[in-house]
């Protein structure tokens, strides 16, 4: 229900209730269903890690001020689930895979023997995509979107 504290937007009310047969209530009720319409909609991109995305426009609202522009309040039109992974998970995937495949050389090396300066090359370079991932990770929580179950 909408809450009027000026004294005269409060009769301007009751006139236009009088006018049109209607009580304070109905009025109330009125503009606040017209008020719920009053936001921009967008489609809402679901990924498969529980991260979200506003995608395309999809309605204006009877708030904008020009052509073109919206009222800065995003809601959800509709909901797609995609398949594919955001994309700091696909580039944490990636640094995963090389992490492996580095540790796997490391495991082969040692095996051979007398391929040392080989070993800590390799694990600086996991050193470093460790610390690559852990950036990723802590720039995808800043700058989250959650879905909430």
């Known amino acids: 229900m ?12 009751q006139s236009r209730g009088a006018a ?8 109330d009720r009125e503009e606040d269903s ?6 921009c909609f967008y489609e809402q ?10 995608g395309n426009f999809k309605s204006h609202c009877s708030k904008e001020y020009r052509t073109g522009e919206t009222c800065g309040m995003k809601m959800v039109f509709e909901s797609f689930h ?24 490391i495991k082969r090396w ?14 600086t370079s996991i050193a470093e995509l460790e610390r690559e991932i852990w950036e990723l ?11 909430y179950d």
């Open 82 to 105: 995609v398949s594919e992974n955001c994309k700091y998970c696909v580039k944490i995937e990636t640094k995963q895979g090389r992490i492996r495949k580095e540790q796997d050389k």
């Open 45 to 54: 991109i679901v990924n498969p890690c529980g991260d979200w995305k506003w």
């Open 137 to 147: 990770n802590a720039k995808r929580e800043s700058q989250k979107h959650r879905r």
């Open 2 to 13: 909408t809450i009027v504290s000026d004294p005269k937007q409060t009769q301007q009310k």
């Open 34 to 39: 017209k008020a719920s319409t009053n936001m």
């Open 110 to 123: 040692k095996h051979e023997g007398n391929r040392r300066a080989s070993i800590e090359q390799a694990q």
């Open 20 to 27: 049109l047969g209607k009580d304070m209530a109905t009025v």
